[in-house]
C-alpha cells in the first residue's frame, strides 16, 4: 500500500531523504510515521506527522537531526536525515494511521496503531 525510496548508503555525518507515497490512494489517512528496525532489535518509531495539522513527534534519538514533512498535493511524507549517525543504520518503514490512534501525535507511535505499511527502505551509515 506504500512505496519507500531514498535509502543508501552514507558516511557518517552525511545526509539522505527518504520518500513515501501510496501506491493507490484507496483510503485517508490522519497521521502517518516512519518507523526503523535494526539487526535484532525491534521496530521503533521515529518520527510521526498529522496529515491535517502537520503536527510532529520526534524519538529523541532523532530529534534535531530528523525532519518529517509533507506535500499533499502529492500525497507523499518525507524524512530528511542529517548528521547520520552508525546507529541510524536499519530498515526504514513508512506507515499510515487510518483510525487517529494519537494524532496529533503526543508519544511514541504503537506498532498496532498502524494499518499500512511500506516495503522499507534500507538506510546504512559508515
Known amino acids: 500500500q506504500l512505496v519507500e525510496s531514498g535509502g543508501g548508503s552514507v558516511q557518517a555525518g552525511g545526509s539522505l531523504r527518504l520518500s513515501c507515497a501510496p501506491s493507490?490512494?484507496?483510503?485517508?489517512?490522519?497521521?502517518m510515521a516512519w518507523f526503523r528496525q535494526a539487526p535484532g532489535k525491534e521496530r521503533e518509531g521515529v518520527a510521526v506527522?498529522?496529515?491535517?495539522?502537520?503536527?510532529?513527534y520526534y524519538a529523541d534519538s532523532v530529534k534535531g537531526r530528523f525532519t518529517i514533512s509533507q506535500d499533499n498535493a502529492k500525497n507523499t511524507v518525507y524524512l530528511q536525515m542529517n548528521s547520520l549517525e552508525p546507529q541510524d543504520t536499519a530498515m526504514y518503514y513508512c506507515?499510515?494511521?487510518?483510525?487517529?490512534?494519537?494524532?496529533?501525535?503526543?508519544?511514541?507511535?504503537?506498532?498496532?496503531?498502524?494499518?499500512?505499511w511500506g516495503q522499507g527502505t534500507q538506510v546504512t551509515v559508515s
Open positions: 506507515a499510515a494511521d487510518i483510525q487517529g490512534w494519537d494524532c496529533p501525535p503526543t508519544r511514541a507511535p504503537r506498532l498496532y496503531e498502524y494499518t499500512y
Open positions: 493507490r490512494s484507496t483510503y485517508s489517512s490522519e497521521c
Open positions: 506527522i498529522s496529515v491535517g495539522g502537520g503536527s510532529t
